[in-house]
């Protein structure tokens, strides 16, 4: 008996530290076709804010991350989902309540969430940036800076040379290096910042002078947001084309606003989401370190990341 509704439609949902995403495709009824997307959303939860340095996900933002998954779920059922595929990365990963987080989501939504190691994360961003990036033969550093964690991949398309994970993420930057975002940031903190990342960043070091990458690509908020300000206006997650050349010139130009702009002037700049304003500082202060270890000239930023890599990996498996 022929079905009219025999359609295949999957949620993917990726819980990061910052941003929840979900993004939701009709899947291929013939082999090789393309997956329909139906709905790309995006929220701020800030699930690491007030507690992922502390080693604990906060109430409110427990809060926020239960209200975001019930209407999640609402979209899910109003698309007539049929397979739900969430991943959590690091506040669930690092957090004492993280487990517990979990469990209720799974109660208050029946949605399953797999809380997966860094290697993993940084292993669909590739697969992700992939999908957006003709990255071609030669290797490249992609970066993918999120708020708990960063990960940065050598790559071309068609091998992974090295990739690590490091906890250093935006949220935890923040807590660190400028606890008191209202204003700008102090000098001192910029190389206080630096000095950190000349640390905990050797590993990168060795491996940028070993495979000598030839452009970087990011992925995360951070860079969409720098896309944004090169073009001087803010886009929704379904506005942004699969990748866009960052200028060197107009990243220099975004680095200097940011680092010279107090929160109230930050927030005004043209392209900035007011919740990444403060993130954004530090980040690109990690940014500007990676650039200046690696020498690299080329930056373009992929809208597509762990999400899209793990769409990219159930269809080829």
């Known amino acids: 008996m022929h079905t009219a509704h025999a359609h295949r439609r999957l949620a993917l949902i990726d819980l990061g530290t910052n941003t929840f995403h979900l993004l939701i495709v009709e899947m291929p009824a013939t082999p090789g076709d393309k997956p329909v997307p139906l709905l790309r959303t995006k929220a701020g939860v800030r699930l690491g804010e007030g507690g992922i340095s502390k080693g604990i996900i906060s109430p ?25 595929r969430a991943t959590a990365t690091s506040a669930m990963r690092v957090t004492s309540n993280g487990p517990e987080l979990v469990r209720d989501i ?14 993993r994360e940084a292993e669909l961003i590739c697969a992700g940036i992939r999908q957006a990036v003709p990255l071609g033969s ?15 991949i050598i790559a071309d398309e068609a091998t992974i040379f090295w990739k690590q994970s ?8 923040l807590d660190q290096f400028f606890p008191e975002p209202e204003g700008i940031m102090p000098a001192a903190a910029v190389a206080a910042e630096q000095q950190y990342l000349g ?3 050797a590993p990168l070091m060795a491996a940028i002078e070993h495979y000598k990458p030839v452009s970087l690509v ?14 001087g206006e803010l886009r929704t997650e379904s506005q942004l084309p699969p990748h866009t050349e960052l200028r060197l010139a107009s990243f220099q130009e975004s680095y200097h606003s940011l680092l010279s702009s107090n929160h109230e002037q930050r927030v005004a700049l043209p392209g900035i989401l007011p919740m990444r304003a403060d993130m954004l500082v530090v980040a690109s202060v990690l940014i500007d370190f990676v650039l200046g270890i690696s020498g690299i000239k080329r930056i373009r930023t992929s809208a597509y990341a ?3 890599g793990l769409l990219a990996e159930m269809l080829t498996a």
Do not use: C, N
């Open 218 to 231: 990011g992925a995360s908020g951070s860079f969409d947001s720098l896309a944004d300000m090169q073009l």
């Open 199 to 201: 640390t905990v960043l």
């Open 106 to 119: 799974f109660e208050q939504t029946g949605i399953r969430v797999d809380v997966i190691p860094g290697s």
């Open 306 to 308: 762990l999400k899209e």
């Open 60 to 84: 409110e933002a427990y809060a926020r991350a239960l209200h975001t998954l019930a209407g999640f779920k609402e979209e899910i059922e109003l698309h007539e989902v049929t397979e739900i």
């Open 138 to 152: 030669e290797p490249h550093l992609l970066v993918d800076i999120g708020g708990g964690s960063v990960e940065f």
């Open 166 to 173: 490091f906890e250093i993420g935006a949220q935890r930057l």
